[in-house]
């Protein structure tokens, strides 16, 4: 089983299955093959967590192959602890946003379906990349997808004006990425004396087994981190998050707030690939993360829209995270990457419920709302759930995340730890209150109170949500004993780095 | 057919082949007048000159860095025939007979009047181009270019339908005139320095011209005189004057694909000018770079400006070959790879774009992008390839511009700090911007008011063009180690002059 190309397999079924759906006969419509492939990568994604061994630290499943020798730039996947769970994580969001999907599309229906499979593939392609050109490769090609995405079929009258805005900023946080990756490249040349461009390396390993001065580890660490933080996205470089979670179809937003592909970055890339100057920036992350962390409370609590609140809300809980990262232990680490995957459920289950009940209201300003559990009481309670589980419930999966990250930070950083102990009081009264207003209290408007309840496909699609954020709050050593090995080898890696 | 290919190649020359073919196909043309096997041959010899090149490229040895094929003959005294062909070479010479084989299926589908002649002009022009690409002499090419450009200034100022094309060839002529005499006199200037530093006859023969070292003063002279030459033609900013007259009023597509699609000014830069003035262009090299760097802002920030479709890519063509002199002036072996991998690339992006737009044209006979718009349902699979084609100059992974984009900043990082490579890179971005905006104003925006009839969806030929178009375009981008392998060899050659290696 385990030499089966199963992470290959997996990245080829997305754009495969995009590649069928023009192929196909005309009488076969496009969510259902859409919906075949998404179950087809959920399913091979679980194959590769089960095949993988949670007791090896390092890369397991590695594949490679020449793709251009004469730059040493490698097709090269493989994942360990901290990558292998955000596969099955990312195939289920993708299941749950084409079921989403599944009677909104009416426009363009084949077009919008290979879209959604090619984003899936080259986020599957982020999360294995194990080559700096073949990682940024994929993360590029996530921006296609989005940006067609967002303008034909976002619900906003800005739309146009906020995929180009998205794209835009992503190709501007691609430069200092790359330029990142290239001065790794030819540090790896200097070391190794093979000179350029035979000694330029881009091999994550070895990268990583390359050491490097303190003065450019700064400038790698640095270059990396504004690269990821405008996709993750962190206080200051956010404002594209609320404005996408206005414009886009909230199916796609859901995807964008589920998926933090820049915080992945930053545990797989930035911060091992320059300890040190991870370790003397310390400051820098942990003050990040604070900002953000109440930046986003205090946002959230201004908002009259579930989209922008819930984007707010996922600003402040990314600032979590890179606490979480900043703390440079086993604790905030496994808390980190437990966020992450809480993350996709959480936030992922809530914009797709924001995408069932925007559909039946047209809107999700409270002001169209007012006694939606009324009409709506499976909807109005599942949305419940997940914001209880944003604000770290002990029994939701948000608790063992939140506490780690918690534990982690009190011990290296307390007055972080004290800020963020205050951001979740701010994320009960925003949650809270916004939830009040719009789901109680009497029903006005006509649209409320006819509204029907969650139709069987919806109501499956939360269920495995919930059920999902229910499992892994009762029992997380599940999932941190995946992570746990590698999490290990990545803390004291660091640990060793520290001045 | 490869048979007859092997055999012909055991009898013939194939870079005379090359410049022949074509040459003869267009006297056939020209004959034949309007009868309709003449539109036949038309797209038949473009197709057959593709094959040839790609012959050329099969058998070219790509570990071998010194010239191929050669052939040589002594003609009237100083102008001698003397052809060879590196990997560089044979890299342009695909990229040419690629684009020229597309451009008769794109004269039928916009239904273009007089085709047998437009046809023969086109072979006419391969001829030259081919010719200009294979030669070793100085002179030839030079003449070659001049030839060539009258014919191209023929095909600006006919073949459109804008009152102002006379505009257009008349600036087009004032400035490629100009360009065309500074050549000359740098030509002259080098091969009469050698002749008296040495006493021999008069040459202009490359491999004899690089092998003797000229003084630095009148280096520089003759530097100056080639680089604004090739400039204009290129063109490199600042000297790019004519484009906008001749983008706006001149013949759509064909002519601009010509001129731009294969960048013969980077190519001239390459093959004569770095070699045979290596000191020079090392002391010039900050200069260029600082005016080419200013170039990438200067044309990205006019084509947000621009409302007209065809001027906002002749502003895109500005800024993105200022990056292209960016690499090469960088001046090592990685930048040499960078900036003509680059040059091709955008060469054939642009092509892409070119005809993309002629097609759009042919449906709202206006490229002016307020009355654009609405494109996208009727007409998708022409948009993506427009789009792709943007992605390719805003050097996205995936295409072919992103290896070639970021082997130029890592020559760039290497020769002149991280600053001006930070520049270079985010002139992308900008670019990434008015590239995108134009593609949401011509494809995406609703359609305005005043037009009440359906735009015509793709018609199958439309979709072969275009689908060829993207299938180079995301092979190459995916498969770049051949090119990286072929161009490879003869550019480090040419760094050993530079002191790299």
Same mark, same amino acid.
């Given at each position: 089983?385990?030499e089966?190309?199963l992470?290959s397999?997996?990245? &080829? ?5 995009? /590649?069928?759906? +023009?192929l196909a006969? @005309?009488? !076969? =419509?496009?969510?259902?093959?859409? *919906?075949a492939?998404?179950?087809l990568?959920v399913g ?15 890369f397991q499943m590695r594949e ?6 004469t ?10 602890g901290l990558?292998?769970?955000f596969l099955p994580?990312?195939? &289920?969001l993708f299941?749950?946003v084409? /079921?989403a999907? +599944?009677?909104?599309? @009416?426009? !363009? =229906?084949r077009?919008?379906?290979? *879209?959604?499979?090619?984003l899936?593939?080259a986020i ?11 990682f940024f490769l994929?993360?590029e090609?996530?921006?296609i ?7 034909l079929?976002?619900v906003g009258?800005?739309?146009?004006y906020a995929?180009?805005?998205y ?16 001065i790794l ?9 093979a ?9 994550l390993p ?5 050491p490097?001065?303190?003065?450019l580890q700064v400038?790698?660490?640095v ?13 200051p470089v956010?404002?594209?998050l ?8 909230v199916?796609v ?9 820049g ?13 040190e100057?991870?370790?003397s920036?310390?400051?820098?992350l942990a ?6 962390l ?5 946002a959230?609590?201004a908002q ?7 984007a707010?809300?996922?600003l402040s809980?990314?600032?979590?995270v890179l ?6 232990n ?8 437990l966020?992450?995957?809480?993350f996709?459920?959480v936030?992922g289950g809530?914009?797709l ?7 039946r ?5 409270i002001?169209n709302m007012?006694g ?5 009481p499976?909807?109005?309670s599942?949305?419940?759930a ?8 002990p029994?939701?999966?948000?608790f063992?995340?939140e506490l780690?990250i918690?534990?982690?930070t009190?011990q290296?950083?307390p007055?972080?730890g004290?800020?963020?102990l205050?951001?979740m009081?701010l994320?009960?009264?925003y949650?809270?209150d916004?939830?009040?207003r ?7 408007s006509?649209?409320?109170i006819?509204?029907?309840d969650?139709r069987?496909?919806e109501l ?11 499992g ?5 050593a ?5 992570i746990?090995?590698s999490?290990?080898?990545?803390a ?8 | 057919?490869?048979d007859l290919l ?11 082949m090359?410049?022949l ?17 003449a ?9 057959a ?7 050329v490229?099969?058998v070219?040895?790509?570990?071998n ?5 050669v052939?040589?003959l002594h ?5 001698a025939?003397h052809?060879g062909?590196d ?11 690629l684009?020229?084989?597309?451009l008769?299926?794109y004269v ?13 002009l086109?072979?006419a022009?391969e ?8 030669t070793?002499?100085?002179?030839w090419?030079t003449?070659a270019s001049?030839?060539?450009?009258a014919l191209?200034g023929?095909?600006v ?6 009152p ?7 600036r087009?002529?004032q400035f490629?005139?100009?360009?065309l005499v500074?050549?000359?006199?740098g030509a002259l ?12 006859d ?6 004899v ?13 003759a530097?100056f005189?080639l680089?604004y030459?090739l400039g ?7 000297f790019?004057?004519?484009l906008p ?10 002519a601009?694909?010509l001129?731009?699609g ?9 093959r004569?000018?770095?070699p045979i ?27 947000f ?7 906002l890519?002749a502003?895109a063509?500005v800024?993105?070959t ?5 690499g ?5 072996a990685?930048?040499f ?8 690339n955008?060469?054939?992006a642009?092509t ?8 759009v ?10 009355r654009?718009g609405g ?9 993506l390839?427009f ?12 295409t ?14 290497h020769?002149?700090?991280a ?13 990434a911007?008015f ?25 199958p ?11 180079v375009?995301?092979?190459?981008g995916f498969?770049m180690?051949p090119?990286?392998?072929?161009v490879d060899?003869?550019l480090r ?5 530079f002191?790299?290696?």
């Amino acid at each position: 089983m385990a030499e089966l190309p199963l992470l290959s397999w997996l990245l &080829l079924i997305y754009p495969l299955g995009a /590649l069928l759906m +023009w192929l196909a006969p @005309r009488a !076969l =419509p496009p969510r259902a093959l859409a *919906l075949a492939i998404g179950g087809l990568g959920v399913g091979m994604s679980l194959l590769i967590v089960g095949g993988f061994d949670a007791a090896v630290p390092g890369f397991q499943m590695r594949e490679s192959a020449d793709w251009i020798p004469t730059l040493n730039i490698r097709y090269a996947v493989g994942v360990d602890g901290l990558s292998v769970l955000f596969l099955p994580a990312t195939a &289920l969001l993708f299941l749950g946003v084409i /079921l989403a999907s +599944w009677n909104g599309t @009416r426009t !363009l =229906p084949r077009l919008y379906f290979t *879209l959604l499979l090619l984003l899936a593939g080259a986020i599957t392609g982020v999360f294995c990349a194990l080559d700096t050109i073949l990682f940024f490769l994929f993360w590029e090609l996530t921006l296609i997808p989005i940006y067609f995405l967002v303008s034909l079929w976002g619900v906003g009258p800005h739309r146009s004006y906020a995929a180009t805005k998205y794209t835009l900023i992503m190709f501007a946080g691609g430069v200092p990425l790359l330029f990142g990756f290239l001065i790794l490249a030819f540090n790896h040349a200097a070391y190794t004396g093979a000179g350029v461009p035979a000694g330029l390396g881009f091999d994550l390993p070895a990268l990583l087994a390359t050491p490097m001065s303190t003065r450019l580890q700064v400038a790698v660490f640095v270059l990396l981190l504004l690269g990821f933080a405008v996709k993750t996205p962190v206080f200051p470089v956010h404002t594209w998050l609320p404005l996408l979670a206005m414009e886009a179809p909230v199916a796609v937003v859901a995807l964008l707030a589920g998926l933090k592909l820049g915080a992945y970055g930053l545990i797989r890339f930035a911060v091992p690939l320059a300890p040190e100057a991870a370790h003397s920036l310390h400051w820098l992350l942990a003050a990040l993360g604070v900002t953000g962390l109440v930046f986003g409370a205090v946002a959230a609590l201004a908002q009259t829209n579930l989209r922008t609140m819930l984007a707010y809300a996922g600003l402040s809980h990314v600032g979590l995270v890179l606490l979480g990262i900043a703390a440079f232990n086993l604790q905030g680490i496994q808390g980190a990457v437990l966020q992450l995957l809480n993350f996709t459920l959480v936030a992922g289950g809530a914009f797709l419920a924001t995408s069932f009940l925007r559909r039946r209201l047209g809107s999700t300003d409270i002001a169209n709302m007012g006694g939606a559990a009324r009409s709506m009481p499976l909807l109005a309670s599942f949305f419940l759930a997940f914001g209880l589980a944003g604000m770290g419930v002990p029994g939701t999966s948000g608790f063992p995340a939140e506490l780690l990250i918690l534990v982690a930070t009190l011990q290296t950083h307390p007055g972080a730890g004290l800020a963020a102990l205050f951001a979740m009081v701010l994320s009960a009264a925003y949650f809270l209150d916004l939830y009040r207003r719009a789901f109680f209290g009497p029903a006005t408007s006509p649209a409320v109170i006819e509204a029907l309840d969650l139709r069987p496909r919806e109501l499956l699609i939360l269920l495995v949500f919930v059920g999902l954020i229910l499992g892994f709050g009762l029992f997380p050593a599940a999932l941190l004993e995946v992570i746990e090995s590698s999490a290990g080898a990545w803390a004291a890696k660091l640990a060793h780095a520290a001045p | 057919m490869i048979d007859l290919l092997e055999r012909l190649h055991a009898s013939l020359p194939p870079l005379a082949m090359l410049q022949l073919l074509p040459l003869i196909g267009a006297l056939i043309l020209l004959r034949l007048g309007e009868r309709p096997l003449a539109l036949v041959i038309g797209h038949v010899v473009p197709l057959a000159e593709l094959g040839l090149a790609l012959h050329v490229y099969r058998v070219l040895d790509v570990h071998n860095p010194s010239f191929q094929f050669v052939e040589h003959l002594h003609l009237l005294g100083p102008l001698a025939y003397h052809a060879g062909a590196d990997g560089v070479t044979v890299l342009f010479v695909v990229l040419t007979a690629l684009t020229i084989a597309l451009l008769p299926f794109y004269v039928r589908v916009r239904g273009l009047e007089d085709q047998t002649r437009l046809l023969a002009l086109l072979l006419a022009i391969e001829a030259l181009m081919m010719s200009m690409l294979v030669t070793l002499d100085l002179l030839w090419f030079t003449l070659a270019s001049g030839i060539e450009l009258a014919l191209a200034g023929y095909l600006v100022g006919n073949w459109s339908n804008s009152p102002q094309k006379d505009l257009a060839m008349l600036r087009f002529f004032q400035f490629q005139g100009v360009g065309l005499v500074m050549l000359l006199a740098g030509a002259l200037i080098i091969a009469w320095t050698h002749r008296d530093a040495t006493g021999h006859d008069w040459t202009f023969d490359l491999q004899v011209l690089a092998g003797q070292p000229i003084s630095p003063h009148i280096g520089a002279v003759a530097f100056f005189l080639l680089f604004y030459g090739l400039g204009i033609r290129t063109p490199i900013f600042p000297f790019h004057g004519w484009l906008p007259t001749v983008a706006q009023h001149g013949n759509m597509a064909i002519a601009p694909t010509l001129l731009l699609g294969v960048k013969m000014g980077v190519y001239g830069l390459v093959r004569f000018v770095l070699p045979i003035l290596p000191q020079v262009a090392t002391t010039w090299a900050p200069y260029v770079t600082g005016f080419a760097a200013a170039g990438v802002f200067y044309a990205a920030l006019l084509a947000f400006q621009q409302n007209n479709l065809r001027l906002l890519i002749a502003f895109a063509v500005v800024s993105h070959t200022s990056l292209v002199v960016i690499g090469i002036f960088s001046l090592d072996a990685i930048a040499f790879q960078g900036g003509v991998l680059l040059a091709a690339n955008f060469g054939f992006a642009v092509t892409a774009m070119m005809l993309m737009t002629g097609l759009v044209h042919r449906r709202t006979r206006t490229t002016n992008l307020a009355r654009l718009g609405g494109l996208f349902d009727r007409i998708p699979l022409l948009a993506l390839t427009f789009l792709v084609a943007g992605l390719a100059i805003v050097a996205m992974p995936g295409t072919p511009g992103f290896d070639a984009a970021h082997l130029v900043l890592e020559a760039g990082i290497h020769r002149f700090g991280a600053l001006t490579t930070v520049a270079a890179a985010l002139g992308n971005v900008v670019a990434a911007g008015f590239l995108l905006w134009a593609f949401q104003r011509a494809f995406l925006a609703p359609p305005p008011a005043t037009r009440t009839a359906l735009v015509e969806t793709a018609t199958p030929m439309e979709l072969a063009i275009a689908g060829a178009l993207v299938v180079v375009m995301l092979f190459a981008g995916f498969h770049m180690e051949p090119l990286l392998a072929m161009v490879d060899p003869p550019l480090r050659l040419l760094a050993l002059r530079f002191g790299d290696g």
